[in-house]
Nanobody, 124 residues
Framework: QVQLVESGGGLVQAGGSLRLSCAASVRTYSNYVMGWFRQAPGKEREFVAALSRGGSTTYYADSVKGRFTTSRDNAKNTVYLQMNSLKPEDTAVYYC?????????????????WGQGTQVTVSS
C-alpha cells in the first residue's frame, strides 16, 4: 500500500511560482514511476507531468512544457513539481500519483495510487 500526501498549493498571482511536494510512505519508492495530474472545476482530470523511477526521464503536457519542472528525491521518498510563470488557466486541484509500471505514463488509469490533492489558484 502506498500513501501519497501533497503539499505546497495555494493562491498566487499570474506570473508567480509555486512548488508542490508529494511525500510517499512506501519502502521501495524507487520502484514507482510518478505522475502529476490536475482537475479544474467542471473539467476532466488531465495529465501534467510524469517521471521515471530514477527521475532521469520526464514527460510534460504541452500546456505546461517550459514552465513546469518535475523532479524526485528517492532518498526522501518525495516528488516535486516546480511551477513557474503560472497562468489563471493553471488553476486546479493537483494530484500526484504512483505506479509500479516500468515506464512513466501520461494516462491516469495506469496509476494505482493517488494523493488527496492540493488546490492551486492563480489570480489574474
Amino acid at each position: 500500500q502506498v500513501q501519497l500526501v501533497e503539499s505546497g498549493g495555494g493562491l498566487v498571482q499570474a506570473g508567480g511560482s509555486l512548488r508542490l511536494s508529494c511525500a510517499a510512505s512506501v519502502r521501495t519508492y524507487s520502484n514507482y514511476v510518478m505522475g502529476w495530474f490536475r482537475q479544474a472545476p467542471g473539467k476532466e482530470r488531465e495529465f501534467v507531468a510524469a517521471l521515471s523511477r530514477g527521475g532521469s526521464t520526464t514527460y510534460y503536457a504541452d500546456s505546461v512544457k517550459g514552465r513546469f519542472t518535475t523532479s524526485r528525491d528517492n532518498a526522501k521518498n518525495t516528488v516535486y513539481l516546480q511551477m513557474n510563470s503560472l497562468k489563471p488557466e493553471d488553476t486546479a486541484v493537483y494530484y500526484c500519483a504512483a505506479s509500479r509500471m516500468v515506464q512513466a505514463s501520461r494516462i491516469g488509469y495506469d496509476y494505482a495510487y493517488w494523493g488527496q490533492g492540493t488546490q492551486v489558484t492563480v489570480s489574474s
